[in-house]
C-alpha cells in the first residue's frame, strides 16, 4: 500500500512539472504571423509620433526621404549616408536641404498649425528656393 500512495504522489508530481506544448501545425498560419495586440514599443511609437508629422513625411518623396530619416533617426553622417546609397556627399547635402524644405512646407500646410511657431526660413535658404513663401 505504502509503495502505491508513493507512485501516485511520484505521478502527481512529474505531471506538476510537464509544461502544456501546442503542436505547430495545429495553428493557423495568419494567426501565427499576425500578434493580437500591439507591443510595448509599437504603442510608444503610436504615441510618440504626431498624426500631422506623420502625414506630412509621408509626403516627401522617397529619393529625399532616406537621407532625411538616416540623417535624423539613425544619426549617420553624410558621409556614411553617401556609402549607403552610392551618391555623392554634395548630392546628400543637397537631398537633405530638399527634405527639410518639403517636410518644412508639407507642414506648414497642416490645416490648424500656427505659422507663429515655425521660426522663419534664412534669407540665403529663401533666395536658393526662389521666395516660394
Do not use: W
Not at 23 to 31: H, P, W
Not at 38 to 65: H, K, T
Not at 97 to 123: N, Y
Request: with cysteine; aromatic share 4%; charged share 30%.
Amino acid at each position: 500500500m505504502h509503495i502505491l500512495v508513493n507512485t501516485i504522489n511520484d505521478h502527481r508530481r512529474k505531471g506538476l512539472r510537464v509544461v502544456a506544448t501546442v503542436d505547430i501545425s495545429d495553428l493557423e498560419e495568419d494567426s501565427a504571423c499576425q500578434p493580437n495586440q500591439l507591443g510595448p514599443e509599437e504603442v510608444l511609437c503610436n504615441e510618440e509620433i504626431d498624426p500631422s508629422l506623420s502625414r506630412a513625411l509621408s509626403s516627401i518623396p522617397e529619393i529625399f526621404l532616406t537621407p532625411l530619416l538616416l540623417r535624423e533617426i539613425q544619426d549617420a553622417t553624410y558621409e556614411e549616408i553617401a556609402q549607403t546609397l552610392a551618391v555623392p556627399v554634395g548630392t546628400v547635402m543637397s537631398r537633405l536641404f530638399r527634405a527639410r524644405a518639403l517636410l518644412r512646407d508639407a507642414i506648414l500646410l497642416e490645416p490648424g498649425f500656427e505659422r507663429s511657431t515655425v521660426p522663419p526660413m534664412k534669407k540665403k535658404e529663401k533666395r536658393k528656393r526662389g521666395a516660394s513663401e
